[in-house]
């Protein structure tokens, strides 16, 4: 028999539906796929070659539990330059991915039945870590008619004695929308008075377009970053996905028992990994590629808003960051049964590949992701399209 934490285990549906188009073009078959989470662009050179650097050097021994010292010192000045929080190296953990760092959060805090602040939809991967780790996940359910922001009052109105966390996703992984500052800092204040701890997931604040206001968390005042846990990762930022670099900022006293965790779970990253990542913080070319990055992808937004508005009976709300788009098509759903359904549909009549909103926590939606050229975000909307003259 297997344990009952396992019970609630699912494997990670974007990470499925990856495997699943790539086994579909490797048969030959044209599919366009809209599932990716990560950028289409390779990691800069520069990056490369400080890790082929490290190995070469013989740095390839077991790293130390929190991360390099070089690294968790220049995550230390990049807190400090960009987002104006002042951590010392002491209070960061390097993590195996965000999504590490995410989990063993969740593992040091919750005890059985405690409840975690969801606001949704919500990037899937929290769902489960939550449940594995004994929490109860409680969904605050944002709308689509106030852009997916989420408000002071929403949170009040779920929070409950048994209240431990709350995870504040912005930019949002699968809106693309940004919370808006004044209502964070009124949550934050809110999670100070009612002893809630903050997790602060800002994986996506390099890819943020028009300058629309950003600011971490932890950065509104030294109370507020005392219960705050800041996740952040090298993945989409640099396009490190597969190198698996991420961190934790929080204070010491929990830093340290983060540090614990990893030191028995996974050691850390692996350590020319952490070199290559170490580069991305201090090269100045980083600044340039998140740049060019950001321009390519605000491009995409636009032309995929445009494209997704001309189809008729579908909603949409303007990512203002990330590479995501969640628009509304319940109306063509509801047709075939659910969104789970709708995607099959697409899938094999469109050859294009989405996930239903469902898997996000909101049902009647999809999850489009634009980290493909502009040409093939252009065709595959026109196959969705002709896909549902059978459907009207
Ligand atoms: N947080 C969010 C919101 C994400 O969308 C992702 C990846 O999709 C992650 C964290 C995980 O990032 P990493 O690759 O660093 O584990």
């Keep these: 028999m297997l344990s009952e934490r396992i019970s609630s285990l699912k494997p990670s549906p974007t990470i499925a539906l990856t495997s699943k188009v790539r086994e579909m073009k490797s048969k030959g078959v044209d599919v366009i796929g809209f599932g990716a989470g990560e950028p289409d662009i390779d990691t800069p050179e520069f990056i490369k070659e400080a890790c082929y650097k490290a190995m070469k050097e013989g740095k390839t021994k077991y790293p130390p539990a929190g991360g390099i010292p070089e690294l ?102 699968p809106t693309g929308v940004v919370f808006e500052e004044e209502e964070l800092r009124k949550i934050a204040q809110l999670c100070v008075d009612r002893n809630i701890f903050i997790i602060s997931d800002e994986c996506y604040e390099s890819l943020i377009y028009d300058n629309v206001n950003f600011k971490s968390v932890a950065s509104f005042s030294e109370e507020i970053k005392k219960i705050t ?59 340039t590629f ?40 319940s109306y063509y759903t509801e047709k075939v049964g659910n969104d789970v359904k709708f995607s099959d549909y697409l899938l094999e009549k469109a050859l294009v590949a989405v996930l239903p909103g469902s898997v996000f926590g ?9 980290a493909l050229d502009i040409e093939h975000i252009e065709r595959g909307i026109e196959r969705i399209k002709l896909s549902l003259e059978d459907l009207t």
Excluded at 362 to 370: A, H, P, Q, V
């Design 72 to 173: 968790r010192e220049a995550i230390s000045e990049k807190l400090k330059k960009i987002n104006n929080i002042e951590y010392k190296p002491s209070e960061i953990v390097v993590t195996v991915g965000a999504k590490l760092g995410l989990f063993l959060i969740f593992f040091a805090l919750l005890d059985k039945g405690d409840e975690v602040l969801l606001p949704t939809p919500y990037w899937v991967t929290y769902e489960d870590q939550i449940k594995l780790c004994g929490g109860v996940p409680v969904y605050i359910r944002l709308s689509p008619k106030n852009n997916f922001k989420l408000t002071y009052e929403d949170v009040k109105k779920h929070i409950t004695k048994r209240t431990k966390i709350i995870v504040i996703n912005s930019p949002v992984n």
């Design 362 to 370: 909101m049902e009647g939606f999809l999850r489009m992701s634009f």
């Design 229 to 287: 846990f800041t996740v952040n990762s090298f993945s989409k930022t640099f396009s490190m996905t597969g190198w698996r670099v991420g961190y934790v900022a929080c204070p010491e006293n929990y830093a340290r028992i983060i540090s614990g965790l990893n030191s028995q779970f996974v050691s850390n990253t692996s350590t020319f990994a952490q070199y290559g990542a170490l580069e991305a913080l201090i090269n100045p070319e980083s600044e």
């Design 290 to 329: 998140i740049k060019e990055v950001r321009v390519l992808f605000k491009k995409r937004r636009d032309v995929i808003v445009e494209a997704l508005k001309s189809i008729e009976k579908v909603e949409v709300v303007k990512p203002e960051a990330t590479f995501f788009i969640f628009p509304n098509f």
